[in-house]
């Protein structure tokens, strides 16, 4: 099943933007609280500088790069954990995705209403940080009510109660469950719990051009000491900026960023920073026939990576012949990395890292 990151936050802060710019679909935004209940759903590219070394190299008939799924998930406001809003969409929705980027308002613009009548940046995280909370800790007290509304206690492990337990007391200190340090029995005990506060979160603050060209914004020593303390990741990005590179000819891009003192747009920041946080790591193949990224959970064995290809090399594994990508630029060429003794031949136990460009060997 493929991972999926979630788009949240408050309405019109730019969720619907940023999924366009990151998946291409083109969908509806508007400029006023539209009361959206759905939710959109496509897949954003993950830009790789060294897919792009490998096709000069190799000059392919194709070239693939890997991809994420990506939901846009309809405004959360004040009390959505309570079923205020489209408080129950949302929560469904948030619960099916692996990992969630928080877009927060941080440009100013009178035509465009705030759903709290004001900026404030911090109180906008923090609502939609409580709002997960709540609906945690509603989540607990619902299946802790089930338990124990019989003579016999109804549990799916015998240590469910108890873990149970120990989740509402972090979240009642107003503190994520990702902070929680649950033994490995207790996780085992809570598995079948889709809990909202121990999803990795994004924190993508969506700024206006001047604030974007001066990276000064309000709040900000606040902001970036807030997320720190909570583990957060955070990128700045200007929607508007992304918006007009999106709209210039492929060739002017690279010159429209330089002008601004950047490499990459935020949008591939944002799709990598996504992989990121989803815990995926790319392999690579490459040949005349296809250069090409192959997404697989950091951790995975060269096996089973190989199954990603096709289970009949993963059912004859027998060698991977590896190179990392980073040898293969310090030598320049295929042919020079083998003189320089790169490549290695790795078992099926091998742990596959990131950038490794992978030959299997396979007898079926």
């Known amino acids: ?14 969720k619907t933007t ?24 496509g897949h954003a590219l993950i830009p790789d500088s060294r897919i792009n070394y490998l096709a000069g190299i190799f000059k392919p008939k194709k070239t693939t790069y890997a991809r994420v799924e990506v939901i846009d998930i309809p405004g959360l406001v004040r009390g959505a954990s309570r079923g205020q809003g489209s408080g129950n969409e949302f929560l469904s929705a948030v619960r099916q995705t692996d990992a969630l980027a928080h877009i927060v308002r941080a440009f ?18 923090e609502t939609i940080n409580m709002e997960l909370l709540f609906a945690d ?22 240590l469910e109660e108890d873990a149970l337990k120990k989740c509402r007391n972090c979240l009642e200190d107003e503190k994520p469950l990702k902070q929680l340090d649950l033994s490995i029995d207790e996780a ?10 121990n999803k990795p979160i994004l924190v993508v603050l969506n700024l ?15 902001i970036e000491a807030y997320c720190a303390a909570n583990n957060m990741v955070m990128l700045t990005v200007c929607a508007q900026l992304e918006e007009e590179i999106e709209q210039l000819p492929e060739e002017e891009k690279n010159l429209f960023l ?45 096996k089973i990576a190989a199954g990603k290809i096709h289970s009949d ?35 099926k136990e091998y742990i596959v890292k990131d950038g490794d460009i992978i030959n299997f060997r396979f007898n079926v």
């Not at 099943?1 to 730019?14: E, N, T």
């Not at 206006?208 to 606040?222: G, I, N, R, T, V």
Request: aromatic share 8%; hydrophobic share 40%; with cysteine.
């Open 1 to 14: 099943m493929a991972l999926s990151c979630g788009i949240i936050g408050l309405p019109m802060v730019g």
């Open 18 to 41: 940023f999924f366009n710019l990151l998946t291409k679909a083109g969908v509806e935004t508007s400029a006023f609280f539209s009361g959206k209940t759905t939710t959109n759903t």
């Open 108 to 125: 100013e613009n009178e035509d465009i209403l705030h759903a709290e009548g004001s900026l404030d940046l911090l109180r906008d995280i």
């Open 137 to 158: 800790l509603q989540l607990i007290e619902t299946r802790l009510e089930k338990i124990n509304s019989g003579h016999k206690k109804k549990l799916e492990h015998p």
């Open 188 to 197: 085992e005990a809570l598995k079948h719990m889709t809990f909202l506060t």
């Open 208 to 222: 206006d051009e001047s604030q974007f060209a001066s990276l000064d914004y309000p709040q900000k020593d606040q």
């Open 258 to 302: 330089a002008d601004l003192g950047i490499s990459e747009s935020g949008v591939a920041r944002m799709a990598q920073a996504f992989y990121r946080q989803l815990g995926l790591i790319s392999f690579l193949t490459a040949g005349e026939d296809e250069v090409r990224a192959w997404t697989i959970v950091s951790g995975t064995p060269a």
């Open 313 to 347: 090399i993963e059912r004859g594994f027998i060698r991977a012949e590896t190179v990392a990508f980073t040898h293969l630029e310090e030598a320049g060429s295929m042919a020079a990395a083998r003189e320089k003794g790169f490549f290695r031949l790795e078992g």
